[in-house]
T-cell receptor, first 116, second 113 residues
Framework: AQKITQTQPGMFVQEKEAVTLDCTYD???????LFWYKQPSSGEMIFLIY??????QNATEGRYSLNFQKARKSANLVISASQLGDSAMYFC?????????????FGKGTTLSVSS | DGGITQSPKYLFRKEGQNVTLSCEQN?????MYWYRQDPGQGLRLIYY???????QKGDIAEGYSVSREKKESFPLTVTSAQKNPTAFYLC????????????FGPGTRLTVL
């Protein structure tokens, strides 16, 4: 069984500050993928970044980067230079890599509020 | 444009009625999924289908049913056996590659009156 834990219900930052959203996971799979999604108040789910368990480099996508620490089973999302439009709910998710079509398992999310 | 459509956007149901939520994708994805989201909560998996004419129960399948007769379509029926169906329902699809992300539809907000 796989499990995602996001311990921060809410985070508050000011514009242009960097913020780290925590994610820890539990899995018995040797190969797995970790995903981060953003959900604005409109409800749509927006894919942000992916990290494979065997990737040697931490994933980066623009202002998003993933601080992947495999031994600690953590995959924290770092948003650099926060913008007002970053205010949303953020979800971490996991799935095994070698089982095609298997669903993503999501954490409970962290609400990020960015103020000016 | 390729994507996932869900209809209706808002749905109201009386207690004891079955309702069906539509999900259609034109991304040519093999796998499709249904999630339920309660206010301030994460997504919980209801059902998923890896291929046409096959589907598996997720963590909270009780009171729900699905079918997968076509690759493009994965409708979800919320039956009267679902005791607390008021929630936001999200449909998603994915390619066969597990390194690819899930694409989501815009969601259906179901309210039981």
């Amino acid at each position: 069984a796989q499990k995602i834990t996001q311990t921060q219900p809410g985070m508050f930052v000011q514009e242009k500050e960097a913020v780290t959203l925590d994610c820890t996971y539990d899995t018995s799979d040797q190969s797995y993928g970790l995903f981060w999604y953003k959900q604005p108040s409109s409800g749509e789910m927006i894919f942000l970044i992916y990290q494979g368990s065997y990737d040697e480099q931490n994933a980066t996508e623009g202002r998003y980067s993933l601080n992947f620490q495999k031994a600690r089973k953590s995959a924290n999302l770092v948003i650099s230079a926060s913008q007002l439009g970053d205010s949303a709910m953020y979800f971490c998710a996991i799935t095994p890599v070698n089982q095609a079509g298997t669903a993503l398992i999501f954490g409970k999310g962290t609400t990020l509020s960015v103020s000016s | 444009d390729g994507g996932i459509t869900q209809s209706p956007k808002y749905l109201f149901r009386k207690e004891g009625q079955n309702v069906t939520l539509s999900c259609e994708q034109n991304l040519n994805h093999d796998a499709m999924y249904w999630y339920r989201q309660d206010p301030g909560q994460g997504l919980r998996l209801i059902y998923y289908s890896q291929i046409v004419n096959d589907f598996q129960k997720g963590d909270i399948a009780e009171g729900y049913s699905v079918s997968r007769e076509k690759k493009e379509s994965f409708p979800l029926t919320v039956t009267s056996a679902q005791k607390n169906p008021t929630a936001f329902y999200l449909c998603a699809s994915r390619t066969g590659s597990t390194q690819d992300e899930q694409f989501f539809g815009p969601g259906t907000r179901l309210t039981v009156l």
